[in-house]
């Protein structure tokens, strides 16, 4: 499968400062506190200054910026480096006040990161600067490259089920595009955090077009149940087992029916729970595909 979505880590397995990090709070553990978002802006601003150094590329991204910030654009009267830019001084005087302002700054940093001006190898350390930024601030989102080169970020709550049924879901649904498609909005939206209805219904509609595509049929989720029993059956599953994924997905498509689709009073941590529970759905019948490779 080729589709490939890896978390940029910052660990000390990855980056030398977290390791440095991980070092001293096994002998200060009390050390271990997060400083919240003006700080992570800082950091973002001081990695920024040391990928673009003297270099013009960013004079490409300025203008958008300007324009996702509702801010006028200024031309640069002499280029004394991205330091002195104004596009810095309008990064430094942007305040992150609110989780809106977070969002709307992650979404300038995926910019800056998928522009072309700079090369793969100054992108993939400007991303593993971001990556520390983000936890040592404790910032509750993660930064993804994506097939091609480009860069996402993407909810985080826990890593463990992050990678095992967000990030490695997103990466082999790379054969089922559309079902892909709508699995990748719904995290957007959870990253933007103000789209609950929608992104539990993304959700929904990932998982039945995976069925779609998978049976060859276009058949609504519900009247997929016995098929996908069958699937499991075929794989050597246990009874109880296929019993268990059958209910759960029985109630799954009931609360998306009652709570989502005819009504909007599905919660944050619903939709926290429906992101892991859609994962762990399609990550079972994904499994059966990797181990045919």
């Given at each position: 499968?080729?589709?490939k979505?890896?978390?940029?880590?910052?660990?000390?397995?990855?980056?030398?400062?977290?390791?440095?990090?991980?070092?001293f709070?096994?002998?200060?553990?009390?050390?271990?506190?997060?400083?919240?978002?003006?700080?992570?802006?800082?950091?973002?601003?001081?990695?920024?200054?040391?990928?673009?150094?003297?270099?013009?590329?960013?004079?490409a991204?300025?203008?958008?910026?300007?324009?996702?910030?509702g801010q006028?654009?200024?031309?640069?009267?002499?280029?004394?480096?991205?330091?002195?830019?104004?596009?810095?001084?309008?990064?430094?005087?942007?305040?992150?006040?609110?989780?809106?302002?977070?969002?709307?700054?992650?979404?300038?940093?995926?910019?800056?990161?998928?522009?072309?001006?700079?090369?793969?190898?100054?992108?993939?350390?400007?991303?593993?600067?971001i990556?520390?930024?983000?936890?040592?601030?404790?910032i509750?989102a993660?930064?993804?490259?994506?097939?091609?080169?480009r860069?996402?970020?993407?909810?985080?709550?826990?890593?463990?089920?992050?990678?095992?049924?967000?990030?490695?879901?997103?990466?082999?649904?790379?054969?089922?595009?559309k079902a892909?498609?709508?699995?990748?909005?719904?995290?957007?939206?959870?990253?933007h955090?103000d789209?609950?209805?929608?992104?539990?219904?993304?959700l929904?509609?990932?998982?039945?077009l995976?069925?779609?595509?998978?049976y060859?049929?276009?058949?609504?989720?519900?009247?997929?149940?016995?098929l996908?029993?069958?699937?499991?059956?075929?794989?050597?599953?246990?009874?109880?087992l296929r019993?268990?994924?059958?209910?759960?997905?029985?109630?799954?498509?009931?609360f998306?029916?009652?709570?989502?689709?005819?009504?909007?009073?599905?919660n944050?941590?619903?939709?926290?729970?429906?992101?892991?529970?859609?994962?762990?759905?399609?990550?079972?019948?994904l499994?059966?595909?990797?181990?045919?490779?």
């Amino acid at each position: 499968m080729g589709g490939k979505v890896r978390q940029v880590l910052a660990d000390g397995e990855h980056s030398e400062r977290m390791k440095r990090r991980e070092s001293f709070l096994l002998r200060f553990p009390d050390a271990g506190g997060t400083d919240g978002h003006e700080k992570f802006q800082m950091r973002c601003i001081t990695a920024l200054i040391e990928y673009y150094g003297n270099s013009e590329d960013y004079l490409a991204d300025y203008m958008d910026i300007c324009d996702m910030l509702g801010q006028g654009y200024r031309e640069e009267a002499f280029h004394l480096g991205f330091q002195n830019s104004n596009l810095c001084t309008l990064l430094a005087e942007f305040e992150l006040r609110e989780e809106s302002d977070l969002y709307l700054w992650l979404q300038i940093l995926e910019r800056l990161l998928d522009s072309p001006g700079r090369g793969d190898k100054q992108k993939k350390r400007l991303a593993l600067k971001i990556a520390e930024a983000l936890k040592l601030s404790g910032i509750g989102a993660a930064l993804c490259r994506l097939e091609g080169g480009r860069y996402a970020f993407y909810p985080a709550t826990e890593p463990f089920l992050d990678r095992a049924l967000v990030f490695d879901v997103l990466g082999w649904l790379d054969a089922y595009p559309k079902a892909r498609e709508q699995y990748r909005e719904a995290l957007r939206l959870l990253l933007h955090g103000d789209r609950t209805r929608k992104a539990i219904d993304c959700l929904r509609l990932s998982l039945e077009l995976f069925c779609k595509q998978r049976y060859q049929n276009e058949k609504s989720l519900e009247n997929q149940f016995s098929l996908i029993g069958s699937e499991l059956a075929d794989r050597g599953l246990s009874a109880e087992l296929r019993n268990l994924y059958t209910t759960l997905l029985a109630y799954y498509a009931k609360f998306n029916n009652e709570h989502v689709k005819h009504d909007d009073s599905a919660n944050a941590a619903e939709a926290d729970f429906a992101l892991y529970l859609t994962g762990s759905f399609l990550r079972l019948l994904l499994l059966s595909d990797r181990e045919t490779l």
